[in-house]
């Protein structure tokens, strides 16, 4: 290429030669009116040193393709990265890739296909193969897919393990409820009269605060005993009616014979001390205990016969919380007959033995529950939206037609485990009858109105009879929330350990069972040589 000027700087020629031998110019004219020489002069500079690199890179683009496109803008954007020495490509690989992934994502994994162990051999296995894009996709797809097929599976096992852990005696708790029995039988101590006689009136006295509380665990029973003294402002005033089975009862009476509550008073008594709870006044739960369709509900295999691939691991893990053997046990059904077990009890106050008292509960005595029977907690009201979600329809199937006419399923549910009863005003009511035939016509339809317990039907014989009561009293999922708010956990009165993860099993929450262990008195004989500090 050359470059001439003219002596008056009025025109500029531009040739240059090719290879045929013919030679091209270019003759450009200067107006010196609009622009100064000097001007003129310096553009010609960088125009000259411009030119052969515009050239050679509108051919590279031409090879490439970019003719193609119709408009500045896209020959700019495919010219820009290039003049400054950028070439990014990602994005249309991105792209190029979503699509192969579409292309795979509905095609037929084949039987046998064998995958790699890791995603390390993946990336051997496509270097030493030479994989395209698409047999990638599709190994990486059917890898993915197994990894989640048995993420899936041991999930189920783990809440199968969990439920068998849940419903089992640890043998430290099976350890203490034996030598307790043992020395019942060899300890005049043991056996000693509860409450001695001089305070047997106070048994039936309404000044008195009185608990109902209704276990076999004598763990557990020790523990409400002793956070509900330790937290009352008035532990002189506090009566506590223990029940208990006839297998416990011997080694009920020896703790609480050799370990009193002083100044609170302790009752123990057994289902078969009590003359009104006969097989003729409690068919219904004697029906329950003797079904073989139930019992083999509640004991049977709880994977045989279900789909596990229709379910998900947290609707798994409610329908095997439903079939705790714990349901079908006359002692969790007993709060039904309180009325009745103590005929001259105006009030009391029920306590699941799975709840820890951590303040005075003397105010629930002052509380006005307006002619309710029960005041209690509402569940469908509060920030843990997993525990405090609790309607009707969590409990009930309405696609059943009873259920369907007689309940509301946004209605909302409350809790059991911290109740005040007002037995007086139960007394006017046909609570247990509607218990008793709302129990009948599940049994008649094969548990298909409901799974879980003893909550289902007392939530439809206490329609009507339920006051609420502050949040604060009762705080729930200690045993199945492992989010649970601690900062709440030390505000509330009553906290319960709700769920499989009770604090006394090795599948307890760590950081939750501390609010329990703190009323367990590991210096005692029993506690230490069953090693009940070891297994928790």
């Known amino acids: 290429m050359q470059l001439h000027i003219s002596p008056s700087m009025r025109s500029i020629t531009i040739s240059s030669s090719s290879n045929n031998g013919f030679i091209d110019s270019m003759k450009i004219k200067v107006a010196a009116r609009h622009i100064s020489y000097r001007t003129l002069f310096h553009t010609i500079l960088i125009l000259a040193f411009l030119l052969p690199f515009v050239f050679i890179l509108t051919a ?77 996709a599709f190994m990486l797809r059917a890898m993915m897919e197994k990894l989640e097929r048995e993420i899936r599976e041991s999930k189920f096992a783990e809440l199968m393990n969990k439920h068998f852990a849940a419903s089992s005696i640890p043998k430290s708790i099976h350890c203490l409820s034996l030598r307790l029995t043992d020395e019942y039988s060899s300890n005049a101590h043991a056996r000693t009269q509860l409450p001695s006689p001089e305070f047997l009136p106070l048994l039936s006295d309404n000044s008195y605060h009185h608990f109902v509380l209704s276990t076999d665990n004598i763990l557990a029973a020790s523990v409400v005993v002793t ?151 509402e569940t469908c009201k509060g920030e843990d939206e997993w525990v405090m979600s609790k309607h009707l329809k969590n409990y009930f199937n309405f696609s059943h037609p009873l259920i369907a006419k007689n309940l509301d399923p946004d209605e ?13 005003a139960w007394r006017k009511t046909n609570i247990r009858e509607t218990y008793h035939s709302w129990m009948k016509e599940n049994l008649k339809s094969n548990l298909t109105m409901w799974k879980l317990g003893t909550l289902p039907p007392a939530l439809i014989a206490f329609k009507g009879h339920v006051h609420p009561i502050d949040p604060f009293w009762h705080m729930l999922g200690l045993g199945y929330q492992n989010n649970t708010n601690i900062e709440s956990v030390k505000k509330a009165a009553v906290i319960h350990y709700n769920g499989q993860s009770k604090p006394w099993l090795e599948i307890g929450f760590e950081h939750l069972r501390p609010f329990w262990t703190k009323y367990v008195n590991y210096s005692n004989d029993f506690i230490r040589n069953c090693h009940i500090l070891d297994s928790v």
């Open 60 to 136: 590279v683009v031409t090879l490439e393709g970019v003719n193609k496109c119709s408009s500045f803008d896209c020959l700019g954007r495919r010219l820009g990265p290039r003049l400054l020495g950028r070439v990014d490509d990602s994005g249309r690989l991105v792209k190029d890739f979503y699509k192969i992934l579409n292309q795979v994502k509905n095609e037929e994994i084949p039987d046998g296909v064998k995958l790699p162990a890791s995603f390390n051999h993946l990336v051997s296995e496509m270097k030493n193969n030479q994989y395209d894009a698409r047999t990638f």
């Open 412 to 424: 909302c549910a409350w809790a059991y485990g911290m109740n005040i009863f007002d037995l007086h």
């Open 227 to 377: 956070s509900t003294v330790q937290s009352s402002l008035k532990p002189d005033r506090i009566v506590f009616h223990i029940i208990t089975d006839k297998k416990t009862y011997a080694g009920m009476h020896s703790w609480f014979a050799l370990n009193p509550a002083s100044p609170a008073i302790v009752e123990v008594k057994g289902v078969h001390q009590f003359d009104w709870l006969t097989r003729e006044n409690v068919p219904v739960l004697e029906a329950v205990e003797n079904h073989n369709g139930i019992r083999d509900y509640y004991h049977g295999n709880h994977i045989a016969g279900a789909n596990l691939s229709d379910t998900t691991p947290r609707r798994f893990a409610s329908k095997l919380q439903a079939r705790s053997p714990k349901y079908i046990s006359l002692l969790n059904h007993l709060r039904i007959y309180i009325p009745e077990l103590f005929p001259n009890l105006d009030k009391v106050v029920f306590l699941d033995d799975d709840v820890v008292i951590q303040h005075d509960l003397s105010p629930l005595w002052e509380i006005d529950l307006k002619g309710k029977v029960n005041g209690a907690v």
